[in-house]
């Protein structure tokens, strides 16, 4: 494959994705901040995979700026740093195999019900209830694992917190053996968390 070939192709899978971007993102529910192609192997790029940025609008982290930073000595400086990493920690990201349709990474944003649970719950009720989230995933083929970041991490205070709940959780929903289509785990994300 020449130049000209490699560079049509790769123009073909961009417009792809942006088309997938817009069929599986409708702007009611979703801001696409991005939606671009990589490669796996970036000498010979011929197969690419199609990236997509997205804010879910439904979804809103568990943090407020202006109550946290509240008594803080810099507390414009707090809450502007707050807010500004907030931009970018609620943005959550796909990896779409564009052939099959599969996730082959992701980072969603979500509550944190699954990942972190209630602080009031029982551990074993939580426990029963992440194993029954994860057969939620596996039955469309999916594995899936959580993450989180506290408040902190998003506004300095300036001094030492204790252990806190977090402001944002991540699922990483991927293709396990087959399946984990896009259209399927954004209706169990949208359903779920």
Do not use: Q
């Not at 509240?70 to 990493?85: F, I, K, L, Q, T």
């Not at 300095?156 to 053996?177: F, R």
């Amino acid at each position: 494959m020449n130049w000209e070939e490699l560079e049509r192709s790769r123009k073909d899978a961009e417009e792809k994705c942006r088309s997938l971007a817009k069929e599986l993102f409708p702007k009611t529910r979703y801001n696409v901040k991005r939606a671009w192609v990589v490669s796996e192997n970036p000498v010979a790029p011929t197969e690419f995979k199609c990236m997509i940025d997205f804010v879910r609008k439904d979804y809103s982290p568990d943090i407020d700026c202006e109550s946290y930073c509240e008594g803080v000595e810099n507390y414009r400086e707090c809450v502007r740093n707050c807010r500004d990493n907030l931009k970018s920690a609620i943005v959550s990201s796909v990896k779409v195999d564009l052939n099959t349709r599969s996730v082959e990474e992701s980072s969603i944003t979500g509550l944190c019900e699954y990942a972190w649970g209630d602080p009031e719950e029982d551990y074993e009720e939580f426990e029963k209830k992440v194993k029954e989230f994860e057969k939620e995933f596996k039955e469309i083929g999916c594995d899936v694992s959580g993450g989180w970041i506290h408040s902190h991490e998003i506004a300095s205070l300036g001094y030492e917190v204790e252990e806190e709940y977090p402001a944002i959780c991540y699922y990483h929903p991927k293709k396990s053996d087959s399946g984990c289509k896009i259209d399927d785990v954004l209706k169990l994300v949208e359903k779920k968390i």
